[in-house]
């Protein structure tokens, strides 16, 4: 049999890492290049064609709407290419979430798109690259693996796009899904899915778009004001993201300042701060003009807004829809 063809964009990260010390705590993210991890690839004998491309070397804090159309660019043309098996996506973990979320929304599911970071430098004792690269390889290669979304693939366990958030600053075990946990087990060798493929319909959920609108997170905490909206809210903003406390909740002057601007068009949706757990729609929504986030963080609401706005989708409704599919 053919071993897979896989094309696979670098964009820096600590995957690609290094520091002066195996053992400090300080690097510096994306400092090698595509070609020279690929050597240290070669090294595993992993049974796949590896094509690299440097789309970035950046730590993911500094990831642009600009990377975010290279990627989505490079990645339906190998796509659309009969030869292609599917593209790996190395990535700092910082944002690995938003930028899965944003190709997931925005990719056909036709081939696995999967991404794929670490949490120690290169250079650190027990570096993680290498084998949950490996561990991207054998998901990639498996034809189960398409109609699941874009997935991401950390400490030998697969996400999708839309679970998957960073729930520890250390650790190689930083990942975690919500309301999904892990929908496979992998390591070089075996991989294991726990369901049958979700997406089947094939073609992307919306439109890419690199105008997106600003949407800033309100973050809310105890004893805040309504000025800190009218710190944020400029008049090119679109919408608001509210980064709610428990679930999905403000404190009353805010809301009513957020109802006073949602009537003049700005589009609100609740998500929570907390780790995990639903926003759901409450009765005084459809009054307040407002949008329940449902399972996604605030990061997320955030690109799922900002992407229904830039195709032209604002009502309320329609987003709420949106923010309702699994
Ligand atoms: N520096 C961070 C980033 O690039 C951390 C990481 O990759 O783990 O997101």
Redesign the pocket.
């Known amino acids: 049999m053919k071993s897979p063809s896989i094309l696979v964009l670098a964009t820096?990260?600590?995957?690609a890492?290094a520091a002066d010390s195996a053992t400090r705590h300080d690097y510096r993210?994306?400092q090698i290049g595509i070609e020279e991890f690929l050597e240290r690839v070669e090294e595993l004998g992993i049974e796949a064609r590896l094509t690299g491309k440097q789309i970035a070397n950046?730590?993911?804090?500094d990831i642009t709407p600009a990377i975010w159309h290279d990627l989505h660019t490079c990645a339906s043309a190998a796509l659309a290419d009969p030869e292609c098996s599917g593209v790996v996506i190395t990535h700092?973990?910082?944002?690995?979430e938003e930028t899965a979320f944003l190709l997931d929304l925005t990719l056909p599911t036709t081939k696995p798109v999967v991404l794929v970071?670490?949490?120690r430098p290169i250079t650190a004792v027990g570096y993680d690259g290498l084998r949950n690269f490996a561990n991207a390889v054998r998901v990639v290669s498996d034809p189960e693996a398409a109609g699941r979304g874009v997935l991401v693939v950390m400490g030998d366990r697969v996400f999708a796009a839309r679970d998957v958030r960073k729930s520890r600053t250390r650790g190689t075990d930083a990942f975690s899904g919500f309301p999904r946990d892990a929908v496979g087990l992998v390591t070089p060798s075996a991989l294991d899915w726990f369901g049958a493929p979700w997406r089947v319909a094939g073609e992307a959920r919306s439109p890419f778009r690199t105008d997106l609108p600003d949407v800033p997170v309100l973050f809310v905490h105890a004893a805040m004001t309504p000025d800190y909206v009218d710190r944020l809210v400029t008049r090119e903003t679109r919408g608001v993201v509210v980064c709610g406390v428990g679930e999905g909740n403000m404190p009353e002057p805010v809301r009513k300042r957020l109802v006073e601007l949602a009537r003049k068009g700005l589009r609100v949706v609740r998500s929570t701060r907390l780790a995990e757990g639903l926003v759901d729609r409450e009765p005084e929504d459809d009054e307040n003009g407002f949008v329940a986030g449902r399972a996604l963080g605030p990061a997320k609401a955030r690109i799922l807004l900002q992407m229904l706005i830039a195709n032209g989708i604002t009502d309320p409704g329609e987003i709420q829809t949106a923010f309702d599919k699994p």
């Open positions: 820096g990260g600590t995957i890492g993210p994306g950046i730590g993911s804090e700092g973990t910082d944002t690995v970071g670490a949490m």
